[in-house]
């Protein structure tokens, strides 16, 4: 019984039981897992590092492997999820290689997969001394993000903020991000405004983090800014707080009743640690 609800349990993760690789080969290099830093039902991530020679700019020290969903759902096929979600975070790279702040691609990985190389720092998060100036260059990095028409929109969660060693902001994880481009704006003109409105919530998100921690350095245009809640933003918790709700719920009960157990090699990474939620 234990081993079927454990069995049952794989499916709530995008690798399922066999988890992320160990290692892996890009062009003959090989990388060792090191770290897993997610892994829920849509996606795992995870940091890899080489062994031997010197780094090279082709083949860094360290990159993250991220993994789409491969894992089938009760017997329903999911690939198609995790190819679908793949190919858009990774055109959404492709579309802001050049900007410092944005994750390198390195490539593909097969079907559900693709690499990057991994950002020396912690996440604001974990970071208790933000340089000075982090906010100001975090805006300008945002800002050639939005030149590109891409719309981040998940700056809500620090985690997904880097500062790295060098003091400079680093964006990480475009799984929800969305693109917008012209020749779509040209032919549907909603398409502009809703770009634009989209971009807000972004700055909006933006300020309220500084607001939260480093309020000296906050302008008053600023800081107006950070209350301005749109409408965007209303809606997406009226509908994302029930269903994160029901997301918690759900796997505390299910950890409660054994269908997840704490297991390092095949899922468990800190964010998702289902024993927190019987706390």
């Not at 290099?29 to 090279?56: C, L, Q, V, W």
């Not at 995790?82 to 579309?95: H, P, Q, S, V």
Request: net charge positive.
């Amino acid at each position: 019984m234990t081993s079927m609800r454990l069995s049952l349990g794989y499916h709530l993760y995008a690798c399922g039981r066999a988890g992320m690789p160990e290692q892996l080969q890009i062009s003959g290099t090989t990388y060792y897992r090191r770290r897993i830093f997610k892994h829920d039902f849509f996606a795992a991530t995870g940091m890899y590092e080489r062994n031997g020679s010197p780094a090279s700019e082709a083949f860094p020290r360290r990159i993250v492997l991220k993994l789409g969903r491969q894992q089938n759902f009760l017997g329903l096929p999911m690939q198609w999820l995790g190819r679908a979600a793949t190919e858009r975070e990774f055109d959404n790279l492709r579309r802001l290689s050049g900007i410092a702040g944005v994750p390198k691609l390195i490539g593909r990985c097969g079907n559900t997969g693709f690499a990057y190389e991994y950002i020396e720092g912690r996440s604001l998060d974990d970071c208790s001394d933000i340089p000075d100036g982090f906010f100001d260059r975090l805006r300008e990095l945002l800002d050639q993000v939005h030149r590109r028409n891409v719309v981040y929109l998940d700056l809500n969660k620090r985690g997904n903020i880097l500062v790295g060693d060098d003091g400079r902001p680093y964006l990480i994880d475009f799984q929800i991000s969305v693109h917008i481009s012209n020749e779509a704006m040209a032919v549907v003109r909603v398409l502009e405004r809703m770009l634009k409105s989209l971009q807000s919530c972004d700055v909006y998100h933006l300020f309220k983090h500084k607001r939260k921690l480093r309020p000296e350095d906050l302008t008053p245009e600023e800081k107006e800014l950070s209350y301005r809640v749109s409408r965007h933003i209303q809606l997406h918790r009226k509908v994302a707080r029930p269903l994160t709700n029901l997301r918690r719920g759900l796997l505390k009960v299910l950890f409660a009743n054994k269908f997840l157990v704490r297991d390092t090699d095949i899922h468990y990474s800190p964010e998702n640690d289902p024993a927190r939620f019987i706390k």
